[in-house]
């Protein structure tokens, strides 16, 4: 099956500047990488997503890039607020829609 | 509705009985998905349906979870004889369907306590 591998685990990192998460997958077949964003005892909420056939994809603060070579995809947010701080998690499904989830990130943005 | 709805938001039981969580999908939306969630760990997938058909229960962790589409709309997933260890948030989601890939739109959860 699908293995993802996240880091950091736990991200701070002053306001304004900028956070950067890596996730790594196994499975070729990946082709749609969704982020997810979770609050503490709120619902993961899906704030970007890529698929297999672009390398990069931008949305306001938030981008994403994939490397499907090296199979590896990475989440960038520029400009930190603190209603940034949560859990975020990348995902590589497998090709029956199943998410698989990374280990999550939590980062906090310290004013 | 607006979005995922699941319900209820709390559940307490006693070890040894029964529970139902009921997920309300997205009008429209053709696939449905269980997760569960342990405390700091991430979604774990448990099952899914397109429509009423349960096309994947793999990750369901033992013949005590059972779960049911039957009319393709609202879900119920059913813990018989609960354990300490089923103590988790369950995560419902859903997407379109219709083609590998649509994204999953996920519920408020119910975080299950087992006494």
């Known amino acids: 099956g699908e293995n993802v591998e996240q880091h950091p685990s736990t991200l701070s990192v002053q306001e304004g500047d900028s956070a950067v998460i890596k996730c790594t997958y196994s499975?070729?077949?990946?082709?749609?990488f969704p982020w997810y964003k979770q609050e503490l005892g709120k619902r993961p909420q899906l704030i970007i997503d890529i698929r297999s056939n672009v390398g990069e994809k931008k949305d306001q603060r938030i981008a994403v890039t994939l490397n499907k070579t090296a199979k590896h995809f990475s989440l960038h947010i520029t400009e930190t607020q603190p209603e940034d701080s949560a859990v975020y998690f990348c995902v590589a499904p497998m090709t029956n829609e199943k998410l698989t989830f990374g280990t999550g990130t939590r980062l906090t943005i310290i004013p | 509705g607006a979005g995922v709805s699941q319900s209820p938001r709390y559940k307490v039981a006693k070890r040894g009985q029964d529970v139902a969580l009921r997920c309300d999908p997205i009008s429209g939306h053709v696939s449905l998905f269980w997760y569960q969630q342990a405390l700091g760990q991430g979604p774990e997938f448990l099952t899914y349906f397109q429509n009423e058909a349960q096309l994947d229960k793999s990750g369901l962790p033992s013949d005590r979870f059972f779960a049911e589409r039957p009319e393709g709309s609202v879900s119920t997933l059913k813990i018989q004889r609960t354990q300490q260890e089923d103590s988790a948030v369950y995560l419902c989601?859903?997407?379109?369907?219709?083609?590998?890939?649509?994204?999953?739109?996920f519920g408020d959860g119910t975080r299950l306590s087992i006494l």
């Open positions: 989601a859903s997407s379109l369907g219709g083609q590998h890939n649509q994204p999953q739109h």
């Open positions: 499975d070729s077949a990946s082709n749609y």
